[in-house]
């Protein structure tokens, strides 16, 4: 779920900003380049790495002015006007002092903040990022400003599509849909204007001189495939911060919800807190059941609107009344079929066939296809290859048939259950070949 957006207001200017989770110490995500906050929670890759970051601090994200959901501006401002942006969101949330978390191009102003407001500074955290964007002669780092201009024409031609995707997320490039929410993102981030006018201020950013002056605690995170801005930039910003904390990780993602996404949670938790917890439990081995009525559109057509509705009311009561029986765990709920789990494959074909008879009692026929593997949790969802097939087996079943994979038969084997072989068959979208077998009913059974 996208939590909601508040406004703080700072000057004229309103700055878009989100609290996540109520842990006892705050966090500030001061982002790189163009963000939207509610566009960033769309990607499963990125809301788990905001999701974990709230497990341990109260997260507070915030649009920079001009970009995503904050006020579009004249004028893009300079890192001062930033900085009082961001004290304008803590003072709002009513956050005195707070650790500070700046990827990319959002590392510079948390450097200059810690270093001009120590009092209101509690951690200095930094990803992927630089003191200087470009290159000088005593400064070997980064893109010349000719190889800038040319990246910003680029960016000025190809506005709309996942500019930048294959530098910045490697390892997910070439997956369609990481590259589909990764335009929009930029598109409901900035338009190509205020993108290039971010750009071009950013071109003559340059916080060097401040770092010996950071006096709080700094960890300085880069991956070391990184192929926007090399690691040693990185480890130039630690060594002049006095007492920082460099580390150096093994993927080449340039975002911080990449491959080393976990590390990097990992670094950042016990910096802040003394303690590395590692990512929860998102992925788990669970049956999953889905049921849909068959026929139901020629249904609702002689029944009509109103009475279709009552019946419907009437099939998921029943359909919930199994599911609290044998302990499954509703997920979904699509017109007129359901999506369940189990943490035990006998309990749900047991309630696969229990809710087919007592669908029938209201001149329904249901069916029923049930798969085990690993799923992935997200909220109060499940997806993940396992899911699909459960889908399609279920597609495959007959009227007040539980049809099963292989896997739920094999792991089922001992408890009574019994079935009848309906052969090896394709299912749409999953690799393979699939065995299928269909419950018996209780009629059959000896």
């Known amino acids: 779920m996208t939590p909601d957006t508040h406004y703080a207001k700072s000057g004229d200017v309103n700055i878009a900003y989100q609290v996540v989770g109520d842990a006892p110490r705050d966090l500030v ?17 990125c809301a788990r790495f905001l999701r974990r970051l709230a497990s341990f601090a109260r997260l ?38 707070a650790a500070l978390l700046g990827y990319s191009e959002g590392g510079p102003m948390c450097a200059l903040f810690a270093a001009t407001y120590p009092l209101r500074t509690t951690a200095l955290m930094i990803q992927g990022s630089y003191a200087r964007r470009t290159r000088a002669p005593d400064y070997p780092w980064g893109p010349t400003p000719e190889a800038l201009e040319e990246w910003m024409a680029a960016c000025q031609q190809d506005w709309g599509g996942p500019v930048g995707l294959d530098q910045r997320w490697p390892s997910a490039a070439h997956d369609e849909r990481v590259r589909q929410w990764w335009a929009r993102l930029l598109r409901m981030g900035a338009s190509p204007g205020a993108n290039r006018a971010l750009q071009q201020m950013n071109a003559e950013m340059d916080v060097r001189h401040v770092l010996p002056a950071i ?24 060594q002049q911060i006095p007492g920082a904390t460099f580390v150096e990780l093994p993927g080449r993602d340039h975002l911080a919800w990449g491959e080393d996404a976990d590390a ?69 709920t699509v017109g007129d079929g359901f999506l369940a789990t189990f943490d035990g494959p006998a309990r749900g074909v047991r309630c696969a066939r229990a809710t087919i008879d007592a669908i029938r009692a209201l001149g329904l026929e249901v069916r029923a296809g049930l798969h085990t593997g690993e799923v992935e949790l997200l909220d109060d969802k499940v997806s993940g290859l396992a899911v699909h097939i459960g889908a399609r087996v279920a597609a495959a079943a007959g009227p007040g048939e539980v049809l099963v994979s292989s896997t739920v038969k094999d792991l089922v084997a001992g408890s009574g259950l019994r079935f009848q072989d309906r052969g090896a068959q394709a299912l749409k979208g999953v690799p393979g070949e699939w065995h299928l077998y269909a419950l018996e009913p209780e009629r059959e059974r000896a």
């Open 29 to 45: 995500l001061v982002p790189g380049w163009v963000t939207n906050i509610e566009v960033l929670w769309e990607e499963p890759a």
């Open 60 to 97: 507070i994200l915030f649009d920079k002015r001009g970009t995503g959901l904050s006020d579009r501006v004249a004028d893009l401002p300079n890192l001062e006007t930033r900085m009082d942006d961001l004290r304008a969101v803590m003072d709002t949330v009513g956050s005195e002092r």
């Open 215 to 238: 006096r709080v605690p700094a960890l300085i995170l880069h991956s070391i495939g990184d192929q926007v801005f090399p690691s040693a930039a990185s480890r130039f910003m630690a």
């Open 264 to 332: 990097i949670l990992d670094e950042i938790e016990e910096f802040l807190t003394g303690v590395r917890h590692g990512p929860g439990p998102d992925r788990v081995l669970a049956t999953v059941l889905f049921t849909d009525i068959v026929g139901s559109t020629e249904k609702a057509a002689f029944l009509g609107d109103r009475r279709w509705r009552d019946l419907l009311e009437g099939h998921h009561d029943l359909v919930r009344r199994e599911l609290g029986r044998f302990r499954g765990r509703e997920i979904d």
